[in-house]
């Protein structure tokens, strides 16, 4: 890659260690210009001190970060041209809501009449026309970080980062304010990097998501390319639900692989990784995925099926759960249609799946 | 509540009569001299035998008390000043410091307030008799001064404290520099914890006795060195009310430390 | 850093140099801490400041604790009218309540007054110029010193906690002995050492409501600067006034930690 591409953030082998700790080791990325790019992980995986990097809070122990094409390491946040919504409420507590809009085109010398009619704009954008004269400490969290987002475009930064901007926030408030960023980005058409411990709120607005984890990224692609092609046993089971079949590796043809649970039963699914024969190894299959049939799939077409009991069922309004009991002593997790007829507690059942639904990885090291 | 009043019994009787003679007898010796004040025995009887305003006018009448009282003010607000101007980046860099010792430097700023005020007097006499200071403005005020940078620190370094850094930082990616970003929004943002501090220092100044003590000399005096040295001679009812005077201004300096908390804190 | 220059001028150096003097004058060597530790006439002084100190301290607790609990359990209103009282009481003028305790106390005062006219003496008693009347002067200036680490305590404890040992069966009297009690245990060591450490060095109600025959540590120091001029032996006692003050100080920041928040 070079700076002729249209790409608005590149890293590049970024590493920054605190002490004996490696927060974020070896991570290399780049960021489409309008693109809205998404860092999922949990606390300590590193995707905020890398957007600390960015932002150039911290400074990276060794690696770049380039802002179209241009090296800004040496450069201080302030003459960056980033904007930034925090985790919590940054707002200046001594300024009304207008003047913490103005703020940002104060410091940088606009003459009064282009920044009443940027901040006016920016009100209007955020729907708080009629709360700028009122302070923070005036607002809900919602409103208060509705002002934050304003405060963060008001100039018409290059890039806009976001450090779990809607963490603090109740769900229904949360998905209003997730849908209003995704029509200002669309409207703006602004870079943004956005990062989340949230695979739901990563999945709804991000144009691309990047999993981090150890200071790694283990992935990055679209919400699909995560939940369809997960690369690893990691991804697979970060992103959205998945049951995870203890087996050894039989055999691998071509793209194919055959894994004997413990009590014999083989099951057949996809890998791209490097499997040895004999290993242990898991197979992941999505719990919508799992069909409840009267009978045993045939092994000749593509559908295989496992056996269970019903132990649990949850009601769960759009769809129904089921907690299945299996002969190799593992339990699984089974989610339908609601409408669909339903199980009955303690009934037995086959449950069948379609051998591309089923990748196999080789078994994480377990974390705990 | 921890156990309610009307579940007590006969109990809380018992917790009244006490709360009300502590009032009482907090409130004994203060209301005491301000009634003293105003009656016309020399001796102090109690009840007096008639009222008068003489010993106010025998205070405002004297120069030297009148004297004493400026040097007071002076010297109080100087080390209010400098109280701020020194505790203002002690604070910031015992909060948002990065170095080793940061709990040391915080404990050696805070250290005056244990140390007995008598083992300070006397090593600053010393010191200002060797360099030949004393009465002079410059000991009041460095003496003074110790007392109340510990307040001015404390009172900084917890509002500090209680501000998010990510305000700050917020204001220095809207492009603000760190200098833009401190003045216009952490000061604005802390200033409560400021005027705190200020006011304090002003106190501790205003009414320190040992310290000034030492550092006096007959010709320069502040006003507790004149009352101390007029009540080591007689019980004169002057000082009953210069005492009330000082009991007034507490008063509205409580009533205004109330109101300005209560709206800077809206 | 401005602040940590002026510190030192002014505090580091005035110790040190007085330090200096202490093992130095008249003569070198630990002459006058012997002199101090092994003399009756002073050990006296040290037993007054001891004991004054000790009687403060647990006066002050006695009175002080019921008042800091009504704090936390009275309605809004009349708590804040009792803390008003108590700041007020604390924040005026220190010669002023020692003056008004002067004169509450002399021969011709009030209190002798009012006893001689109720017949229960006939002779004032001597309230005055002697420990008697330290005592007083010092536990009416501590007591604030007391309440409020109480208060703060004593407010900080979840009322949940009561309420769950009285729906388990406890009496009232087992809440305060059982719960209560134990729970304000950093209140009172806070307090307690707050108010024994100051009272320690305390000079100005000493010297204005004390006697000349039985002295306290802080008056002995300044006099002995001061009046007689004996540096050596007037640094000595500073130090081991310190050096105590010190100790406890640490007893202190062991039990309620230092500079921790509620």
């Not at chain 1, 770049?64 to 003459?79: A, H, K, M, T």
């Not at chain 1, 409420?89 to 282009?114: C, K, W």
């Not at chain 1, 989610?335 to 069948?352: Q, V």
């Not at chain 3, 388990?168 to 305060?176: D, L």
Request: charged fraction near 15%.
């Amino acid at each position: 890659m070079t700076s002729l591409t249209k790409n608005a953030v590149e890293i590049h082998h970024l590493v920054k260690r605190f002490g004996q700790v490696t927060a974020v080791d070896d991570v290399s990325l780049s960021v489409a210009d309008g693109e809205f790019l998404t860092f999922l992980g949990s606390s300590g995986s590193g995707k905020t001190s890398t957007l600390f990097i960015v932002a150039g809070f911290e400074d990276p122990t060794s690696g770049s970060v380039e802002i179209d094409g241009r090296s800004v390491l040496s450069v201080p946040p302030n003459e960056r041209n980033i904007g930034m919504v925090f985790q919590r409420y940054t707002l200046f507590p001594n300024m009304s809501v207008r003047d913490n809009i103005a703020f940002p085109l104060s410091v940088r010398g606009r003459p009064q009449n282009e920044i009443d009619r940027a901040v006016a704009e920016m009100l209007d954008m955020v729907r708080l026309g009629s709360y700028a004269g009122r302070r923070p400490s005036e607002l809900s969290g919602g409103q208060q970080q509705r002002v934050a987002l304003a405060r963060a475009l008001v100039y018409r930064p290059r890039l806009l980062l976001m450090d779990e901007p809607l963490a603090a926030l109740d769900k229904r408030l949360r998905e209003d304010i997730q849908q209003e960023i995704r029509r200002i980005h669309r409207e703006l058409g602004v870079t943004i990097l956005y990062v989340t411990h949230d695979q739901e709120e990563a999945l709804r607005m991000s144009d691309r998501i990047a999993v981090f984890s150890h200071g790694k990224i283990a992935q990055i692609g679209s919400g699909s390319d995560l939940y369809e092609r997960p690369a690893n046993g990691f991804v697979a089971s970060f992103v959205g639900n998945s049951n995870m079949l203890r087996g050894r590796l039989r055999g691998v043809s071509e793209r194919m692989a055959s894994v004997e649970l413990a009590d014999g039963t083989v099951l057949h699914g996809l890998s791209d990784a490097n499997l040895i024969h004999g290993t242990q190894v898991e197979i992941m299959v999505r719990p919508e995925r799992l069909i409840p049939s009267s009978s045993r799939a045939g092994d000749l077409t593509s559908l295989q099926s496992v056996e269970g009991t019903v132990i649990d069922v949850s009601y769960l309004g759009e769809a129904v759960q089921y907690e299945i009991a299996t002969r190799w002593q593992q339990n699984i997790v089974v989610r339908n249609d609601s409408r669909a007829s339903g199980l009955e507690l303690g009934a037995s059942a086959h449950f069948s799946f379609h051998v591309h639904d089923a990748l196999v990885f080789p078994t994480q090291p377990s974390a705990s | 509540m921890i156990l309610t009043l009307n579940r007590m019994g006969r109990g809380r009787f018992v917790l009244y009569a006490i709360a009300g003679a502590t009032s009482a007898f907090l409130l004994l010796p203060v209301v005491f001299i301000a009634f003293l004040s105003f009656g016309s025995s020399q001796w102090l009887q109690f009840p007096p035998p008639g009222w008068t305003l003489k010993w106010y006018e025998v205070l405002f009448a004297d120069p030297r008390w009148l004297a004493s009282m400026l040097v007071s003010l002076k010297v109080g607000l100087c080390v209010m000043a400098l109280s701020i101007a020194l505790g203002l980046p002690a604070a910031f860099a015992i909060v948002r410091g990065r170095f080793p010792g940061r709990a040391a430097l915080h404990a050696f700023f805070i250290s005056p307030m244990i140390v007995p005020v008598i083992i300070l007097a006397i090593a600053l006499y010393a010191l200002i008799l060797k360099l030949g200071l004393n009465g002079s403005f410059l000991a009041f005020v460095a003496a003074h001064l110790i007392l109340a940078l510990p307040f001015s620190v404390i009172c900084i370094v917890n509002s500090l404290e209680g501000f998010d850094i990510s305000v700050e930082k917020a204001a220095i990616i809207c492009g603000a520099t760190r200098l833009q970003a401190i003045r216009r929004v952490t000061l604005p943002a802390i200033r409560l914890g400021i005027l705190s501090g200020a006011l304090f220092s002003f106190l501790v100044s205003w009414d320190e006795v040992v310290l000034s003590i030492f550092m006096a000399s007959p010709g320069t005096q502040t006003l507790p060195v004149k009352m101390w040295t007029t009540l080591r001679q007689d019980l004169t009812p002057v000082i009953a009310a210069v005492s009330t005077l000082l009991i007034v201004m507490t008063i509205a300096v409580m009533l205004v430390a109330a109101f300005l908390r209560r709206r800077i804190a809206r | 850093m401005p602040a940590l220059v002026f510190l030192f001028l002014f505090l580091v150096l005035p110790l040190s140099s007085l330090f200096l003097v202490s093992v130095t004058e008249p003569s070198l060597g630990l002459g006058n801490y012997a002199k101090l530790l092994g003399d009756a006439a002073y050990g006296r002084v040290l037993f007054n400041t001891f004991f004054v100190a000790g009687v403060v301290t647990c006066v002050t607790l006695v009175i002080g604790y019921p008042v800091a609990w009504l704090l936390a359990i009275l309605p809004a209103r009349t708590a804040h009218l009792l803390m008003a009282a108590i700041l007020l009481s604390m924040w005026t003028n220190l010669l002023a309540r020692t003056y008004g305790w002067m004169v509450l106390l002399q021969r011709t005062g009030i209190i002798n007054r009012t006893l001689i006219d109720l017949g229960l003496i006939n002779e004032p008693l001597p309230l005055i110029n002697n420990l008697f009347g330290v005592t007083i002067g010092m536990t009416y200036i501590m007591l604030p010193y007391v309440i409020l680490p109480l208060h703060a305590t004593l407010s900080g404890i979840d009322p949940a906690i009561m309420q769950a040992a009285a729906i388990t069966g406890a009496k009232p009297r087992q809440i305060f002995w059982r719960i209560l009690l134990p729970l304000s245990l950093p209140g009172i060591g806070a307090g307690c050492l707050m108010v024994f450490v100051m009272a320690l060095g305390y000079y100005v109600t000493p010297a204005l409501l004390g006697g000349t025959a039985n002295m306290m540590l802080a008056e002995m120091i300044a006099q002995q600067v001061q009046s007689l001029l004996n540096w050596g032996l007037g640094s000595a006692a500073a130090f081991i006034l310190l050096a105590v003050t010190l100790v406890f100080f640490a007893i202190y920041v062991r039990v309620v930690g230092l500079g921790k928040r509620s």
